[in-house]
T-cell receptor, first 114, second 114 residues
Framework: DGGITQSPKYLFRKEGQNVTLSCEQN?????MYWYRQDPGQGLRLIYY???????QKGDIAEGYSVSREKKESFPLTVTSAQKNPTAFYLC?????????????FGPGTRLTVL | GDSVTQMEGPVTLSEEAFLTINCTYT??????LFWYVQYPGEGLQLLLK?????DKGSNKGFEATYRKETTSFHLEKGSVQVSDSAVYFC?????????????FGTGTRLTIIP
């Protein structure tokens, strides 16, 4: 079955440690995205990538980094510079269509920094 | 910039009640519109979409009509069930920005009581 996988589902880290969240898709999609979701808030875009080896900052990129070495993979690193990293992180992907951008989402990773 | 405004939640209804969740938007170009649903602890799933004016998206008994004159895309369902309890997000994709990303509303939490 085609889809997006994120691992792990729950992640706990101590303050000051970097942590990397995994996102893999087998939908053959060109574009991939990372969002952050906080309680009672909508989704905020962290980074996105339209093609391999290229990515752009979203609305809240500070304290995060990404790489896109393979089409299928778009890992997100939450660095110690991120002031409030505890949140639910969602990865998404989409085909690059001319007329609209329908995104498919993974199940999410809940990160808790202790 | 583009924006999506959703009805403030939470919304609580009895089973079999009629549901409306309001969504209005502002966009630079001629956007495509989406409703996504998020069940507890999960990622987002596309519920329905519409890509041009007067299109009606429908799925699982939910409907929404793209109204360009009122810049709205309200979600409706004639008879809700307990299983419809979730958070609902309205979103748009704007070709004026190359459809590079989705703009989301803040979400509306819906609870259906038996």
């Amino acid at each position: 079955d085609g889809g997006i996988t994120q691992s792990p589902k729950y992640l706990f880290r101590k303050e000051g440690q970097n942590v990397t969240l995994s996102c893999e898709q087998n939908l053959n999609h060109d574009a991939m995205y990372w969002y952050r979701q906080d309680p009672g808030q909508g989704l905020r875009l962290i980074y996105y990538s339209q093609i391999v080896n290229d990515f752009q900052k979203g609305d809240i990129a500070e304290g995060y980094s990404v790489s896109r070495e393979k089409k299928e993979s778009f890992p997100l690193t939450v660095t110690s510079a991120q002031k409030n990293p505890t949140a639910f992180y969602l990865c998404a992907s989409s085909i690059r269509l001319v007329y609209y951008n329908e995104q498919f989402f993974g199940p999410g990773t809940r990160l808790t920094v202790l | 910039g583009d924006s999506v405004t959703q009805m403030e939640g939470p919304v609580t209804l009895s089973e079999e009640a009629f549901l409306t969740i309001n969504c209005t938007y502002t966009a630079t170009g001629y956007p495509s519109l989406f409703w996504y649903v998020q069940y507890p602890g999960e990622g987002l799933q596309l519920l329905l979409k519409a890509t041009k004016a007067d299109d009606k998206g429908s799925n699982k008994g939910f409907e929404a009509t793209y109204r360009k004159e009122t810049t709205s895309f309200h979600l409706e369902k004639g008879s809700v069930q307990v299983s419809d309890s979730a958070v609902y997000f309205c979103a748009l994709s704007d070709p004026a920005f190359g459809n590079e990303k989705l703009t989301f509303g803040t979400g509306t939490r819906l609870t259906i009581i038996p």
